[in-house]
């Protein structure tokens, strides 16, 4: 039962942030220009800081 509560968990936490490859800016991932990207341009990151230190920028929209 641990094992089954601790996914969802970690589930939210690797898609708290989802970057676009292409465009290098990255998103809540309940902005609505996140929704919009291509699955094959999706990256998701555990936190606005770690997409910043991969070189990514604030979406100026969801400001995550």
């Not at 039962?1 to 970690?10: G, R």
């Not at 989802?18 to 999706?42: E, W």
């Amino acid at each position: 039962a641990a094992a089954k509560s601790a996914a969802p968990k970690a589930a939210a936490v690797s898609t708290a942030i989802v970057a676009n490859k292409d465009s290098k800016i990255y998103h809540r991932a309940d902005c609505k220009l996140a929704s919009k990207m291509k699955d094959a341009n999706k990256v998701s990151f555990a936190s606005a800081a770690e997409a910043d230190k991969a070189g990514y920028k604030a979406c100026k929209v969801c400001k995550p």
